[in-house]
């Protein structure tokens, strides 16, 4: 079964009062040093917010469990130095690298008048949501003045409350965030680390001279008139205003898929014989994609794009540990002609993604960062396609805290424009969140093709 769920109402008397926010510093004193960041990490200046939401619990109350994750998290510093510190730009080598000066994390503590309950569906992105998140953070002009980590604990009136975590992107991926907060909820619980993060990013440096092996359409020079706007405005921290979730003339969709439905768009393209096989991801992302370029109307000739990041760490030779916390993702990307995808059955999308995710090699990741070595680091090209973020299997709704799992986390509500987000279904574990923007003239098409895969 597949949904379409409404943006949820905020009460129009929600508010926010943040009552105190302060620096957290180490623990303990740390080495002042300079952190290497690879070409990939140079790609994801921004800074990812997300925020987790608690039940209330009767043993540890809100209150209580803000001043341990204050402890927890100045704990935490003493290993995840880097985190503590400040980019700066190497003049010298024309690149970010990362100040550990001990500077410290932006903590605050703040309160709501509303429960858990009036925000109905915590699973839509909610515009309400950015005020769960230390707006002080986006206030600072100076990039090498903006922390690298902030965090705001969040007390509702019904004895629940949210983390709402912002930390710059440079610093790690999606699957490095989740080792943090595994790390922070065990030093709250047992004053343990949970897991001992890997922090050598050696491995995924330019090599010397650099080796460029493959054209790589899924990057841009920084010069490029064509350069998206996926990592700068898109995810620059500006989130929509809360009094309208319309943004740059779009409407904003949340479908709920059922565990049925994605296994359905799996057997669906596999009837065929094309493809022996498929992950739920691949048909997810195929499908939308599919939908999605048949809903705008592209012209025939046109060729579609849809990009998607892959976790390299067991791609790399040698593989890189599972506690890798740098950024360890690259930009995979499938091309189709328009008129093909809409002749064709969805086979053909998901044989395209296939291919796509079969590309990351080794060597395609390292002749990938040498491009960025020769194309002043580069970003990543969404031009006349889309790119599909996954939150969706990460494990943040895994997180054991002293006071339980989270009710659900998300991301912080951007302009998406051609950025769709794969969120964590909290009805159907093995069902999945799509949310995406459309001009209001597209979506209701999309919304057919997408809810009737048969087409």
């Known amino acids: 079964m597949a949904v379409v769920l409404s943006p949820p109402n905020t009460p129009f008397d929600a508010q926010v009062i943040v009552e105190e926010t302060m620096t957290v510093y180490p623990a303990h004193p740390t080495e002042r040093r300079t952190v290497f960041l690879s070409n990939i990490d140079q790609h994801v200046v921004f800074t990812m917010e997300t925020v987790h939401f608690f039940a209330p619990n009767p043993a540890i109350n809100s209150s209580e469990a803000t001043q341990m994750i204050r402890d927890a998290l100045s704990k935490l510093l003493v290993t995840y130095d880097f985190i503590a510190g400040r980019l700066e730009f190497d003049s010298h080598e024309r690149r970010l690298q ?18 858990l309950s009036e925000l109905h569906d915590i699973a839509y992105p909610n515009p309400f949501f950015k005020n769960l998140v230390l707006q002080q953070c986006h206030q600072i002009p100076n990039l090498q003045d903006l922390p690298l980590c902030f965090l705001q604990v969040t007390r509702f009136k019904c004895g629940g409350f949210s ?16 080792t943090f907060m595994k790390n922070l909820a065990s030093l709250a619980s047992t004053n343990t680390l949970a897991i001992i993060p890997y922090t050598d990013r050696s491995p995924l ?16 020079g920084i010069h490029d008139h064509q350069s998206s706007a996926l990592f700068t405005k898109v995810t620059e921290s500006h989130t929509v205003p809360s009094h309208n979730i319309k943004s740059i003339d779009r409407i904003f969709k949340l479908f709920r898929l059922s565990a049925d439905f994605v296994m359905s768009l799996k057997k669906g393209a596999m009837a065929d014989g ?35 990041a892959v976790n390299v760490r067991g791609r790399m030779n040698p593989p890189l540990p599972s506690e890798f916390v740098g950024n360890a993702v690259y930009p995979a990307y499938a091309t189709a002609n328009a008129a093909e995808m809409k002749k064709n059955s969805l086979s053909l999308c998901v044989e395209k993604v ?36 996954s939150w969706w299997k990460l494990g943040f709704e895994d997180v054991e805290y002293p006071w339980g799992k989270p009710l659900y986390y998300g991301p912080i509500l951007h302009e998406l424009q051609n950025f769709v987000l794969l969120l964590p279904n909290n009805v159907d574990r093995n069902g999945v969140h799509v949310f995406l923007a459309l001009p209001p003239h597209q979506m209701p098409k999309f919304e057919q093709l997408f809810l009737t895969p048969e087409h």
């Open 274 to 308: 094309r493809v022996a096989k498929c992950t739920s991801f691949e048909a997810v992302t195929a499908h939308i994609w599919k939908c999605r370029t048949e809903a705008v109307e592209m012209k025939e000739k046109e060729e579609s794009c849809v990009l998607f």
């Open 205 to 220: 440096k330019a090599r010397s001279p650099p080796l460029i092996e493959y054209q790589h359409p899924e990057l841009v």
């Open 163 to 178: 983390i709402g975590l912002g930390t710059n992107h440079t610093v790690m991926d999606g699957m490095g965030t989740v």
């Open 98 to 115: 990362i100040d550990c000066c001990g500077a410290g994390a932006l903590f605050a503590s703040a309160s709501t008048n509303i429960s």
């Open 354 to 389: 296939k291919e796509g995710m079969g590309r990351v090699s080794d060597e395609y990741v390292h002749s990938g960062i040498d491009w960025g070595e020769e194309n002043k680091k580069g970003g990543t090209r969404t031009e006349g396609g889309i790119f599909v973020s």
